[in-house]
């Protein structure tokens, strides 16, 4: 997986929708109060930190390969204050635990890992026997608005320059391979299923923190002293296409693959 420059603050500032988006899941989890959980790729530590009041007879340990983040969700949520909390820098395709948690929880991150196959082996190796997982993350077709802005924007003659050489950064898995996948790892499956989603920003600055924090593969490749002006002409560009709703927010269509199995034995 790679490791981009994530601004953890900015980031925290500009991630309210996969906050909301990670609540629901959660919900879906129907934990009891004595579980120990793995929240795979926690970033800031937010969700974690509700994930842990919702346990807590249980423990909750939150991995990110982002050392900013890790940092700024120790420094948020120390374990004098929160026992049942604990943070580590780790990769998702290279987990260290074994027969260790009751659930493991994945919201928007997966897609960042081109080869899903070492982290749903390692998923599988860290749950205890009877253990579940509720991942989340982009899925076939997901924010086809966005990418197509952003492509049109980096083949134009004042940008393509950065783009040489440039792969595809994500994996938008479709259904039928990732049941192949969790069949292959040993997991039993409850369900594998696409959900479009509505994501809506605050206008079009509300877009624009979304492209600056989150659509790094793209932005760091500009210069720091353009990238505002890169990144102001794919939200132009996008608008341009899907403008601002009645409400004054702009609309992002998103397809999401949830995925829920077990380990049986």
């Known amino acids: 997986m ?8 900015d980031y925290e500032r500009n991630s309210q929708a996969q906050q909301k988006w990670a609540r629901e899941l959660i919900a879906n989890l129907n934990l009891k109060g004595m579980e120990d959980v793995l929240d795979l790729g926690c970033g800031d530590g937010k ?9 807590g007879d249980g423990a909750v340990a939150g991995i990110d390969n982002s050392r900013q983040m890790i940092d700024l969700a120790k420094e948020k949520y120390p374990q004098d204050r ?7 820098a780790m990769d998702a395709s290279d987990l260290l635990f074994e027969d260790c948690f009751d659930v493991a929880f994945s919201n928007a991150v997966l897609h960042w890992v081109k ?3 070492p982290v749903i082996e ?3 190796k860290s749950l205890r026997a009877g253990g579940k997982i509720l991942l989340r993350m982009g899925g076939k077709g997901d924010a086809e608005g966005i990418i197509s802005a952003i492509n049109d924007v980096k ?5 393509a320059q950065y783009f040489t050489e440039f792969e595809f950064p994500y994996n938008f898995a479709g259904i039928d391979e990732y049941q192949v996948l969790l069949k292959e790892s ?3 499956i409850n369900r594998v299923e696409l959900i479009p989603k509505d994501m809506t920003h605050d206008g079009k600055s509300g877009l624009a923190g979304w492209i600056r924090t989150t659509w790094l ?3 760091e490749r500009i210069p720091k002293e353009k990238r505002e002006a890169f990144i102001e002409a794919v939200a132009s560009n996008y608008l341009d296409k899907v403008p601002l709703g009645a409400d004054g927010k702009a609309h992002v269509a998103m397809v999401l693959i949830e995925v829920e199995a077990e380990k049986i034995t």
């Open 2 to 9: 790679n490791t981009y420059n994530w601004n953890a603050k």
């Open 47 to 55: 969700v974690t930190a509700e994930i842990a009041r919702l346990v």
């Open 82 to 88: 929160h026992p049942n909390l604990s943070f580590h």
């Open 115 to 117: 080869d899903h196959r």
């Open 122 to 124: 390692g998923l599988y």
């Open 155 to 159: 083949a134009s003659n004042q940008w």
């Open 186 to 188: 040993g997991f039993s």
């Open 217 to 219: 593969p793209y932005t």
